[in-house]
Nanobody, 128 residues
Framework: QVQLVESGGGLVQAGGSLRLSCLASGRTISAMPMAWFRQAPGKAREFVARINWSNSITAYADSVKGRFTISRTNAQNTVSLQMNSLKPEDTAVYYC?????????????????????WGQGTQVTVSS
C-alpha cells in the first residue's frame, strides 16, 4: 500500500506561483509512475502532468504546458508540481497519484483509471 499526502495549495493571484508537494509513505515510489490530476467544481477530474520512474519522461496537459513542471526525488519519496503563471482557470483540487507499471498504465498513462493510489487533494485557488 502507498499513502500519498499533498501539500502546498492555497490562494494566489493570477500570474503568481505555487509549488505542490506529494509525500509518499508505506513503500518506495521509486519504481512507480506518478502523476498530478485536478478537479474543478462541477467538472470531471483531468490529467495535469505525469513523470515516469526514472525522471526521464514527462508529459503535460496542453493547458499547463510551459507553465507547470513536474519533478520527483525518489530518495525522499516525493513528487512536486511547480506551477507558474497561474490563471483563474487553474483553480481546482489537485491530486497526486501513483500507478503500477501494468498494462493499463502502458495503454493509457494519462487516464485516471491507470492510477491506483491517490492522495486526499489540496485546494488551489487563483484569483483574477
Amino acid at each position: 500500500q502507498v499513502q500519498l499526502v499533498e501539500s502546498g495549495g492555497g490562494l494566489v493571484q493570477a500570474g503568481g506561483s505555487l509549488r505542490l508537494s506529494c509525500l509518499a509513505s508505506g513503500r518506495t515510489i521509486s519504481a512507480m509512475p506518478m502523476a498530478w490530476f485536478r478537479q474543478a467544481p462541477g467538472k470531471a477530474r483531468e490529467f495535469v502532468a505525469r513523470i515516469n520512474w526514472s525522471n526521464s519522461i514527462t508529459a503535460y496537459a496542453d493547458s499547463v504546458k510551459g507553465r507547470f513542471t513536474i519533478s520527483r526525488t525518489n530518495a525522499q519519496n516525493t513528487v512536486s508540481l511547480q506551477m507558474n503563471s497561474l490563471k483563474p482557470e487553474d483553480t481546482a483540487v489537485y491530486y497526486c497519484a501513483a500507478a503500477r507499471r501494468d498494462s493499463l498504465w502502458y495503454t493509457a498513462p494519462l487516464s485516471d483509471q491507470a492510477y491506483e493510489y491517490w492522495g486526499q487533494g489540496t485546494q488551489v485557488t487563483v484569483s483574477s
